[in-house]
């Protein structure tokens, strides 16, 4: 039976499982440690959560197709494989918080930024108040996520970048700075502009996912929602959050996942209206080797995971509302 993903800021028993299963997985050791995945420094446990960090970052390092430039079109992000890619994680993630807390029926809630864009302090919001996030600071030191120095259990960053995106060992607190490098989050007024691309050329009326080049600069839906071209979305929301979500490490914030479900979810709201379709297909040349519909998805789950494979997600999970 699908589980429901529901609005973390409406569901109170949600949220307390989400921010529990965080903390778990957390503390919980996996079966690798930072010698097994190639981390300088002294070997230590590697917690399941952090795996998430380590895949997201060697994801952005990747570069599409092998010969290319991952400044240019990576594994996971400035191509069309962008929202596949972050549907595979978040299902691993959802995965896992099941396992952990026993609850078959969990579903990752997510984060209704636009609902907050509307707002004239955002940072003020519920969601970064002691009772849910935690909010603003070098480190957060309030909420489920705060770092107390003599407190091992408490939330730390295990593992991080440095300047190059190289993989390093750290044992900090989380960071965040909301606000601070762009004053507002995406409206609703900013999704609709996304719903609402049209093709380059041919037939105005007909929406479609990407299109040539299939990069950054792409003009459609898949690259106004990512935030690139031309209205920011995701992208903004990583910057309004800032510190550690604005890293290549940024599923160190547990913030990550709620954004990312709510990106899925408008994603699904796009497929709703317009068909459960994907750009390009298996026709695109090697270039876009990596990106088109029947390529393998660099994850865990091997090649069994392409974007054809995860069209239709309804039979695992559904929304309680989508855009």
């Known amino acids: 039976m699908a589980v429901v993903r529901r609005n973390i800021l409406t569901d109170t028993a949600v949220r307390d499982a989400y921010l529990d299963g965080v903390n778990l997985l957390k503390r919980e050791h996996s079966t690798f440690t930072t010698a097994d995945l190639g981390i300088d420094g002294n070997p230590a446990p590697v917690r399941t959560y952090d795996l998430f960090v380590i895949w997201h970052v060697r994801a952005m390092r990747t570069a599409v197709p092998p010969a290319g430039d991952a400044n ?14 972050h549907r595979v994680m978040l299902g691993l993630l959802e995965a896992n918080i099941q396992r952990i807390l026993g609850d078959p029926s969990f579903g990752l ?16 919001a519920a969601l970064w108040q002691p009772d849910c996030l935690g909010g603003t600071g070098m ?10 120095p003599a407190d091992p259990d408490s939330f730390r960053v295990r593992i991080a970048t440095s300047q190059n995106l190289a993989l390093i060992q750290t044992d900090r607190g989380l960071r965040r700075a909301l606000g601070d490098s762009t004053a507002s989050l995406p409206t609703v007024d900013d999704v609709a502009m996304a719903f609402n691309t049209t093709p380059p050329v041919g037939d105005p009326n007909l929406a479609s996912y990407d299109f040539d080049p299939w990069d950054a600069t792409s003009v459609g839906f898949r690259n106004c929602l990512e935030g690139f071209e031309p209205y920011g979305l995701h992208n903004e929301v990583h910057v309004w959050i800032g510190r550690d979500m604005g890293l290549a490490s940024s599923p160190n914030d547990p913030v990550f996942f709620l954004h990312h479900c709510n990106v899925d979810r408008i994603w699904e ?23 088109r519909i029947d390529d393998p998805i660099i994850s865990p789950l091997g090649a069994g ?19």
Request: proline share 15%; net charge negative; no cysteine.
């Open 72 to 85: 240019v079109r990576n594994a996971a992000h400035m191509g069309p494989i962008f929202l596949p890619w």
């Open 139 to 148: 480190p957060v030191t309030d909420g489920p996520f705060a770092f107390r």
């Open 269 to 291: 709201g796009w497929m709703g209206r317009n068909g459960r379709n994907y750009l390009p297909d298996m026709s695109a040349p090697p270039t876009l080797e990596g990106h």
């Open 305 to 323: 995971a392409t974007p054809r494979a995860v069209l239709d997600p309804t039979s695992i999970y559904t929304y309680d509302v989508v855009p």
């Open 109 to 124: 809630p997510y984060w209704d930024w636009s609902a907050d864009g509307a707002l004239d302090r955002p940072e003020n």
